[in-house]
């Protein structure tokens, strides 16, 4: 169980394009997701926090209008990185948290050209 | 969050106990200490986790320190597949404090 997928896993996209990636908690429901970043042979980063019908909580230098997140339901939570440039290249994982304890899906590469 | 310090690197021979060290002098009452894996290119994965006493499941076994200064992941037959990035994070784990914060992690290479 507490199976965390994402769609797509990887994708390439031109400059100035849009992106949405989506995350879903297969078998459970996850009143709280999470989005992360990682760069090559670096340790993840938070980005938001996110909780069902509410609007995502940002960290700190992360930019809100640049990467959308709308939690719809308690299965699915939605990153849309938005006039993407190639700096916003990065694997982006998210992760669902039920109870104390919280899953992670398998990722998706971001490529932008 | 409590802070946590790793050793960045650690081998572990194969079919031995491979035994991660994480500090966190720092933490709260209310924190628990999570471990999560990251095999290359792939989401971390859930290890264990625990607030004030030793925790065992088909994975691995997590000894807390008394005064839960300090903790210690215990994989008790390392196989080459556990080779990865360990992370161990302090967290409340639930509300909008309970974010799990990634440090650099300990690389675990195991060998044959």
């Known amino acids: 169980g507490a199976v965390v997928s994402q769609h797509p896993s990887w994708v390439i996209c031109k400059s100035g394009t849009s992106v949405k990636i989506e995350c879903r908690s297969l078998?459970?429901?996850?009143?709280?997701m999470f989005w992360y970043r990682q760069f090559p042979k670096k340790s993840l980063m938070l980005m938001a926090t996110?909780?069902?019908?509410?609007?995502?909580?940002?960290e700190q230098g992360v930019e809100k209008d640049k990467f959308l997140i709308n939690h719809a339901s308690l299965t699915l939570s939605t990153l849309t990185v938005t006039s993407a440039h190639p700096e916003d290249s990065s694997f982006y994982i998210c992760?669902?948290?039920?109870?104390?304890?919280?899953?992670f899906g398998p990722g998706t590469r971001l490529t932008v050209t | 969050d409590a802070k946590t310090t790793q050793p960045p690197s650690m081998d572990c021979a194969e079919g031995r106990a491979a035994n991660l060290p994480c500090n966190h002098s720092?933490?709260?009452?209310?924190?628990?200490v999570y471990w999560y894996r990251q095999i290359h290119s792939q989401g971390p994965q859930y290890i264990i986790h625990?607030?004030?006493n030793n925790e065992t499941n088909e994975m691995a076994s997590l000894i807390i320190t008394e005064d839960r200064k300090s903790s210690t992941l215990i994989l008790p037959h390392a196989t080459l597949r556990d080779t990865a990035v360990y992370y161990c994070?302090?967290?409340?784990?639930?509300?909008?404090?309970?974010?799990?914060?990634f440090g650099q992690g300990t690389t675990l290479q195991v060998k044959p």
């Open positions: 996110s909780n069902e019908g509410s609007k995502a909580t940002y």
């Open positions: 720092t933490i709260s009452g209310n924190e628990y």
């Open positions: 992760s669902a948290r039920v109870y104390y304890e919280q899953y």
């Open positions: 078998d459970f429901q996850a009143t709280t």
């Open positions: 994070i302090a967290s409340k784990g639930s509300g909008n404090t309970g974010k799990l914060i």
């Open positions: 625990g607030l004030k």
